[in-house]
């Protein structure tokens, strides 16, 4: 495949002109055929690095991802584009799954996005079988490792379909990898050699701020005080979101709040206001961000600290995408090594709790022993909870814990929008029986704005219609109601919802067994990230990014200097040692001018600029046109 097709590529159906740093060697890669792993930082663009070759190779992509609500924006940005691509996830009918598998096995999608949990379907392998596929992608890849801080069991069914493909590369994309992970993902996805293409983790612009403060409240209004543009404020809890947001609204901060747990019409109200410049902060949970593409964000700022470096690293990377200065601040209070150290023992109940929240889950979902093999069903958590009066948080982690032993599939709470089809031919449309004025309108509106509804399924927003085209949003519901009831339509109302998944029937209790690495194993990496991030905050010593640089394997890192840490080392006269290893890193990765040495070093410019002068009679490096560079 030629550079050029590559490139004309990019520009016809993205617009851009040029690729990101990585993106180009691990598309050429992938056309190659080779298995790749590629780990690209937050915000770098990994969507591109699949789409492009996907548009050259002949044949379906398959991309595999646990997302379910990127997923359906990745879809609708193809489908803009207008590019065939389709989801399959197990929030979907049975007659929509059907649609979309016969569109991709008689060649009619370029794109087939699926969750995890569907490889588990023997029906579905089947229907694969019958498919032409040329690129298999495994996003959020280190969700396949169980060294990985996400593990999820159901990604380790990927392997299987490489049989029915082996001609077919495999891309895999992460943002967060350490090098256990790495080597764990290659070895799970059968690479037929390691290839790994990495996009360093550093950020020159991001600064990296630790404040040990026991009023963080105080802290945080005192910080947002002299830092100006527009952020994000993570915090562990949905209640906290909406008690920060007034408490900054109440000392004259523009903020709102967002998590999960909003309708969507809102959630998107909130994000778009936030985009706009409307509102400046935005309090979160960590549900803030998939998919968030602003790129003047300013600083991020944790009130609660993270389970894990990766974790921590993903949040901070929504700062500073446009290249300018920006800072990440974590406020550390002395009760904060504690509530981490708690989260261990919330996240691995006792065994016999999670035999007991599987038994009360069948009771809930009325299956019998022997029943429920290859089937899904809603889920309610709270309500189960109440039910059976058990702790939320120690039950989802058995949930998740079931989900690692793979006797269920447990997948998190999702926000489905309503969808329709019509079912008849459009001249029958205008014959309906019953139909008033209003609901002609609304019709033709439908008719007007949603193309391919006679042949596929196409989502809507019921409320969105209304407000767009000045109609009241229950003339919508009647509408579509009316026409379902005479079967001219399909309609499928909105659902918000949690699923699980029983790749196998109930089992007796005594039968299950919550085997050592879901345990065991699975804690004790939890009880090291834990410790990774409690030796992070508690530094006071080292650089902060070069901390988190080796952390994910990262060799021969030099100190940022604009760090805290750094920023206090920058008083004190380092040695000329220091002075010459620093200067002497930053030119082997590029030339550079004297100023952008002096910028990230965490020196004094003086001694730097006597360093550089010294570096310079003794002809280890050398000056032409403004740069320095290494002889």
């Given at each position: 495949m030629d550079r050029g097709s590559i490139h004309d590529t990019l520009r016809r159906y993205w617009g851009y002109d040029s690729f990101r740093a990585k993106q180009e060697e691990i598309i050429n890669s992938v056309l190659l055929g080779k298995d790749t792993l590629g780990?690209?930082?937050?915000?770098?663009?990994?969507?591109?690095?699949?789409?492009?070759?996907?548009?050259?190779?002949?044949?379906?992509?398959?991309?595999?991802?646990?997302?379910?609500?990127?997923?359906?924006?990745?879809?609708?940005?193809?489908?803009?584009?207008?590019?065939?691509?389709?989801?399959?996830?197990?929030?979907?009918?049975h007659i929509e799954i059907r649609n979309v598998i016969d569109r991709c096995v008689f060649g009619k999608c370029k794109f087939l996005y699926i969750s995890p949990e569907r490889l588990a379907s023997s029906s579905f392998i089947e229907s694969l079988r019958r498919m032409k596929v040329?690129?298999?992608?495994?996003?959020?890849?280190?969700?396949?490792?169980?060294?990985?801080?996400?593990?999820?069991?159901?990604?380790?069914?990927?392997?299987?379909?490489?049989?029915?493909?082996?001609d077919a590369p495999v891309l895999a994309l992460t943002a967060s990898a350490t090098p256990a992970v790495v080597a764990d993902i290659m070895?799970?996805?059968?690479?037929?050699?390691?290839?790994?293409?990495?996009?360093?983790?550093?950020?020159d612009n991001l600064s990296y701020i630790v404040r040990h403060q026991e009023n963080k409240t105080e802290k945080l209004f005192s910080a947002l005080s002299r830092i100006y543009g527009s952020g994000i404020i993570y915090v562990s809890s949905r209640a906290k979101t909406k008690d920060i947001a007034e408490q900054l609204k109440s000392q004259g901060f523009s903020a709102d709040y967002y998590h999960a747990g909003l309708p969507t019409e809102e959630k998107r109200d909130k994000q778009d206001k936030w985009k706009r410049g409307e509102i400046r902060i935005i309090?979160?949970?960590?549900?803030?961000?998939?998919?968030?593409?602003?790129?003047?964000?300013?600083?991020?700022?944790?009130?609660?600290?993270?389970?894990?470096?990766?974790e921590y690293y993903q949040e901070a990377g929504r700062a500073g995408r446009d290249g300018k200065k920006a800072y990440v601040m974590l406020l550390v209070s002395s009760k904060d090594e504690g509530t981490l150290k708690r989260r261990i023992s919330e996240a691995f109940p006792p065994k016999d709790f999670i035999k007991d929240v599987y038994t009360h889950m069948c009771d809930f979902l009325g299956l019998g022993i022997g029943?429920?093999?290859?089937?899904?069903?809603?889920?309610?958590?709270?309500?189960?909870?109440?039910?059976?009066?058990?702790?939320?948080?120690?039950?989802?982690?058995?949930?998740?814990?079931?989900?690692a032993c793979q006797y269920i599939d447990y997948i998190d709470e999702v926000d489905t929008l309503s969808r329709i089809m019509i079912l008849v031919e459009k001249r029958e449309l205008y014959n309906v029986e019953g139909m008033t004025p209003e609901m002609d309108n609304v019709l033709e509106l439908i008719l007007r704005n949603f193309a391919g509804v006679f042949s596929d399924y196409i989502f809507i927003d019921e409320p969105t219609i209304a407000y767009k085209h000045n109609i009241p949003v229950n003339k919508i519901y009647e509408t579509l109601l009316f026409l379902s009831r005479k079967h001219i339509i399909t309609y499928i109302p909105r659902k918000r919802t949690a699923y699980i998944f029983f790749p196998y029937s109930r089992m007796e209790p005594r039968h299950l067994t919550i085997h050592k690495e879901a345990y065991e194993v699975g804690k004790q990496r939890l009880e090291l990230r834990?410790?990774?991030?409690?030796?992070?905050?508690?530094?006071?010593?080292?650089?902060?990014?070069?901390?988190?640089?080796?952390?994910?394997?990262?060799?021969?890192?030099?100190?940022?200097?604009?760090?805290?840490?750094?920023?206090?080392?920058?008083k004190a006269s380092p040695s000329e040692k220091e002075l010459a290893d620093g200067i002497l890193y930053m030119l082997s990765l590029k030339s550079r001018t004297l100023k952008e040495?002096?910028?990230?070093?965490?020196?004094?410019?003086?001694?730097?600029?006597?360093?550089?002068?010294?570096?310079?009679?003794?002809?280890?490096?050398?000056?032409?046109?403004?740069?320095l560079s290494i002889k």
């Amino acid at each position: 495949m030629d550079r050029g097709s590559i490139h004309d590529t990019l520009r016809r159906y993205w617009g851009y002109d040029s690729f990101r740093a990585k993106q180009e060697e691990i598309i050429n890669s992938v056309l190659l055929g080779k298995d790749t792993l590629g780990l690209l930082p937050t915000g770098g663009g990994k969507s591109i690095t699949f789409q492009v070759p996907a548009m050259l190779l002949d044949g379906l992509t398959i991309v595999v991802t646990p997302l379910i609500a990127l997923m359906k924006d990745q879809v609708d940005g193809l489908r803009d584009r207008h590019i065939n691509a389709a989801y399959i996830h197990s929030g979907l009918r049975h007659i929509e799954i059907r649609n979309v598998i016969d569109r991709c096995v008689f060649g009619k999608c370029k794109f087939l996005y699926i969750s995890p949990e569907r490889l588990a379907s023997s029906s579905f392998i089947e229907s694969l079988r019958r498919m032409k596929v040329s690129l298999i992608v495994v996003d959020e890849a280190h969700c396949i490792s169980q060294w990985g801080y996400d593990f999820r069991p159901s990604y380790l069914n990927i392997a299987s379909i490489r049989q029915l493909f082996p001609d077919a590369p495999v891309l895999a994309l992460t943002a967060s990898a350490t090098p256990a992970v790495v080597a764990d993902i290659m070895q799970q996805l059968q690479f037929k050699e390691p290839n790994v293409i990495r996009k360093s983790f550093r950020r020159d612009n991001l600064s990296y701020i630790v404040r040990h403060q026991e009023n963080k409240t105080e802290k945080l209004f005192s910080a947002l005080s002299r830092i100006y543009g527009s952020g994000i404020i993570y915090v562990s809890s949905r209640a906290k979101t909406k008690d920060i947001a007034e408490q900054l609204k109440s000392q004259g901060f523009s903020a709102d709040y967002y998590h999960a747990g909003l309708p969507t019409e809102e959630k998107r109200d909130k994000q778009d206001k936030w985009k706009r410049g409307e509102i400046r902060i935005i309090v979160a949970t960590n549900a803030f961000g998939m998919g968030i593409d602003k790129p003047d964000v300013r600083f991020v700022m944790h009130l609660d600290v993270p389970n894990s470096l990766e974790e921590y690293y993903q949040e901070a990377g929504r700062a500073g995408r446009d290249g300018k200065k920006a800072y990440v601040m974590l406020l550390v209070s002395s009760k904060d090594e504690g509530t981490l150290k708690r989260r261990i023992s919330e996240a691995f109940p006792p065994k016999d709790f999670i035999k007991d929240v599987y038994t009360h889950m069948c009771d809930f979902l009325g299956l019998g022993i022997g029943a429920g093999y290859d089937k899904v069903f809603d889920f309610n958590l709270q309500l189960f909870c109440t039910t059976f009066k058990l702790p939320e948080r120690q039950t989802y982690s058995a949930l998740k814990i079931l989900s690692a032993c793979q006797y269920i599939d447990y997948i998190d709470e999702v926000d489905t929008l309503s969808r329709i089809m019509i079912l008849v031919e459009k001249r029958e449309l205008y014959n309906v029986e019953g139909m008033t004025p209003e609901m002609d309108n609304v019709l033709e509106l439908i008719l007007r704005n949603f193309a391919g509804v006679f042949s596929d399924y196409i989502f809507i927003d019921e409320p969105t219609i209304a407000y767009k085209h000045n109609i009241p949003v229950n003339k919508i519901y009647e509408t579509l109601l009316f026409l379902s009831r005479k079967h001219i339509i399909t309609y499928i109302p909105r659902k918000r919802t949690a699923y699980i998944f029983f790749p196998y029937s109930r089992m007796e209790p005594r039968h299950l067994t919550i085997h050592k690495e879901a345990y065991e194993v699975g804690k004790q990496r939890l009880e090291l990230r834990i410790n990774s991030m409690i030796d992070y905050v508690s530094n006071q010593t080292s650089c902060r990014e070069a901390k988190i640089l080796k952390y994910f394997g990262e060799e021969n890192t030099c100190n940022c200097g604009h760090c805290d840490i750094c920023v206090e080392r920058k008083k004190a006269s380092p040695s000329e040692k220091e002075l010459a290893d620093g200067i002497l890193y930053m030119l082997s990765l590029k030339s550079r001018t004297l100023k952008e040495i002096t910028d990230t070093l965490a020196f004094p410019a003086k001694d730097i600029a006597g360093m550089a002068r010294f570096l310079l009679k003794e002809g280890k490096i050398t000056y032409t046109d403004g740069l320095l560079s290494i002889k």
